[in-house]
């Protein structure tokens, strides 16, 4: 049985597909889909904590799932403007799972991650899929990977 690690960006996919299809993400769906005849290694959700109770209860049905969450806060500037990302926990996470699994399952359509995703194939030797909402994803991105699953309505909540 292969060995799969998965990496989701949480905002990421929440944006994206909220932007392309008004809808959200069903992590049910795609959990199924992604763990068919593998074995988890790791399963890592990336969120940014706003620390309302609606959010909480999405992280404990992502638990419940088989995620493990992995909360940031976010940050407020001076200036009015918020940051939040998980860019480099992801590719750190990422780097140290890499020679546990068979295959690395990264759910973003962030540019940024085209040399993560590059490295791991190449230095790793690992397949690496990428999920995300193609018009929202990096082609750099999507020529890193081994292979690009385009989010469409087959992964989202009805």
């Not at 763990?35 to 706003?50: G, H, L, S, W």
């Not at 638990?63 to 009015?80: M, S, T, Y």
Request: glycine share 6%.
């Amino acid at each position: 049985m292969l060995k799969v690690a998965i990496f989701v960006d949480v905002n990421n996919v929440y944006y994206t597909v909220r932007e392309a299809y008004r809808k959200n993400f069903d992590y049910n769906k795609f959990w199924a889909k992604v763990t068919a005849n593998r074995e988890v290694v790791q399963a890592f959700c990336y969120a940014i904590d706003k620390g309302d109770q609606k959010q909480r209860e999405f992280q404990n049905i992502l638990r419940a799932i088989g995620f493990k969450v992995k909360l940031k806060p976010l940050i407020q500037r001076a200036d009015g403007s918020a940051k939040g990302d998980w860019d480099v926990g992801i590719a750190l996470d990422a780097m140290e799972h890499a020679e546990q699994a068979d295959i690395i399952v990264l759910v973003s359509g962030d540019g940024d991650f085209d040399l993560l995703v590059n490295k791991i194939r190449v230095k790793y030797g690992k397949k690496v899929e990428v999920y995300g909402v193609a018009q929202f994803t990096a082609a750099s991105l999507i020529h890193a990977s081994s292979e690009f699953i385009a989010i469409d309505n087959q992964l989202l909540l009805e």
